[in-house]
């Protein structure tokens, strides 16, 4: 038994190990800062950013940023513009991306109820899901009014003061909002703004009673939305409901 203790701790071997577990480590986290580049891309205003302002928004040095970038790059993910000196979001980003819709065909067969509830209401559509934490905006029909709000497909929105937000927010149990508040709290966009739990908790109450949610100003000021939750037809009903539906 001495010999056979002595053989598990020749020199090297615990090295060894430590190496390996750093390197899948580097590994894992070469891949985490290949994906914040993408998202900061993807976040861009004009879907595109210099290798300079990605390096500094996500704290790499610019050779670092660069070598991800590439590798992106040779996958298509991502896109270099000479002439701009920018990098954009590539065709295999937006054939990944499309796959979430796919599984589900969700936009398609959504795309003619919200079109239905524009022409009904006058007003603009959107469709939205709840992803850690936040909405997020899969399809949009455009009103034919002069003043419209346009809601970019993958943008996000906070749960607690836009109208989509609280029409999931009222379908999930108490434990559950409690969550996603902790973890994202109830930050001021407007002085319309809901920020104490308490409030927040009555909004929801009337909006279930109601069977509908409102965002009165609370999101952006001159913006008014009202929306209400459909249930997913696969999830039982005991879990949240993962579609949503917004006429704004």
């Given at each position: 038994m001495a010999r056979q203790a002595a053989k598990n701790n020749l020199p090297g071997t615990s090295t060894r190990s430590a190496l390996a577990r750093r390197e899948g480590g580097d590994q894992v986290q070469s891949l985490v800062r290949a994906l914040t580049l993408l998202n900061r891309i993807a976040e861009s205003p004009?879907?595109?950013?210099?290798?300079?302002?990605?390096?500094?928004?996500?704290g790499?040095?610019?050779?670092?940023a660069h070598r991800l970038l590439t590798t992106l790059e040779q996958e298509r993910?991502?896109?270099?513009?000479?002439?701009?000196?920018?990098?954009?979001?590539?065709v295999q980003a937006f054939v990944t991306?499309?796959?979430?819709t796919k599984t589900r065909s969700l936009v398609a067969l959504a795309r003619p109820h919200?079109?239905?509830?524009?022409?009904?209401?006058?007003e603009t559509v959107n469709l939205a899901v709840e992803d850690e934490g936040e909405a997020v905006y899969l399809a949009q029909v455009e009103c034919r009014q002069?003043?419209?709000v346009f809601a970019r497909p993958g943008s996000r929105v906070p749960l607690h003061c836009s109208a989509v937000?609280?029409?999931i927010l009222s379908a999930v149990s108490d434990r559950r909002l409690t969550k996603v508040l902790q973890r994202r709290g109830m930050p001021r966009l407007t002085v319309k703004t809901?920020?104490?739990?308490?409030a927040l908790r009555a909004d929801l109450d009337r909006a279930r009673a109601a069977g509908y949610a409102l965002d009165d100003e609370e999101q952006a000021l001159g913006l008014r939305c009202v929306a209400a939750a459909i249930h997913d037809d696969i999830a039982p009903a005991s879990l949240m409901p993962s579609w949503r539906i917004c006429p704004c």
């Open positions: 004009d879907n595109g950013a210099t290798l300079t302002d990605l390096a500094q928004q996500v790499l040095p610019a050779s670092t993910y991502v896109k270099f513009n000479p002439e701009g000196r920018q990098w954009s979001i590539g991306g499309c796959s979430f919200l079109r239905h509830l524009m022409e009904e209401s006058g002069i003043m419209r937000g609280k029409a809901i920020t104490a739990p308490a």
